[in-house]
């Protein structure tokens, strides 16, 4: 996970417009925000997003 989509998660999460277990929301609003990059990084890698949520680390 790069430093730029860490910071796009966080922004959305400030936001308070979803529940960030549900990853299509997350995704649409990615979109909405232009953050494109989430929007693939959420498709390619579920598991390294969810382990973020869960433990606010990074995988490296």
């Given at each position: 996970?790069t430093?730029e989509?860490?910071?796009q998660?966080?922004?959305?999460r ?12 997350v ?14 990084f959420?498709?390619e ?13 990074a995988e490296p």
């Amino acid at each position: 996970m790069t430093e730029e989509i860490r910071k796009q998660i966080l922004a959305i999460r400030d936001t308070g417009r979803s529940n960030m277990f549900d990853v299509p929301a997350v995704q649409r609003i990615a979109h909405e925000m232009e953050f494109y990059e989430l929007v693939v990084f959420l498709e390619e890698s579920p598991k390294e997003y969810m382990q973020f949520i869960l433990t606010g680390k990074a995988e490296p």
